[in-house]
């Protein structure tokens, strides 16, 4: 404490006590959007970890095999590949349309 601070009686200023290891605090509005459906905060920060950490794994093992996939198109374990399937079949229509109407070359 400074002279100035004793000589006029001012304290420190009060700090918060730490969390204890096993606790962590979490910004107002991260709560907010994580307790929005109702589930209570310690369930869905739960949950969210647990994917967080499944995902990370899951993008690890995938490089260990040699995939690099962009994560905008990694698809949920399990998940149907319809649509893919579906996106490759109209490329090649498409192809196979403007292969047909176009002029011979030559």
Do not use: K, N, Y
């Amino acid at each position: 404490m400074s002279f100035l601070a004793r000589l006029f009686g001012s304290r420190p200023a009060e700090v918060a006590p730490a969390p204890a290891p096993t606790r962590v605090v979490i910004a107002d509005d991260l709560a907010e959007r994580l307790t929005a459906t109702g589930t209570p905060l310690a369930e869905a920060v739960d949950a969210a970890l647990r994917r967080h950490l499944d995902a990370e794994r899951r993008a690890a093992e995938a490089e260990l095999r040699g995939e690099r996939i962009p994560f905008w198109l990694r698809r949920e374990q399990g998940g149907s590949a319809e649509m893919e399937d579906e996106l490759r079949d109209r490329i090649a229509q498409r192809r196979s349309a403007d292969d047909s109407s176009a002029p011979p070359r030559g």
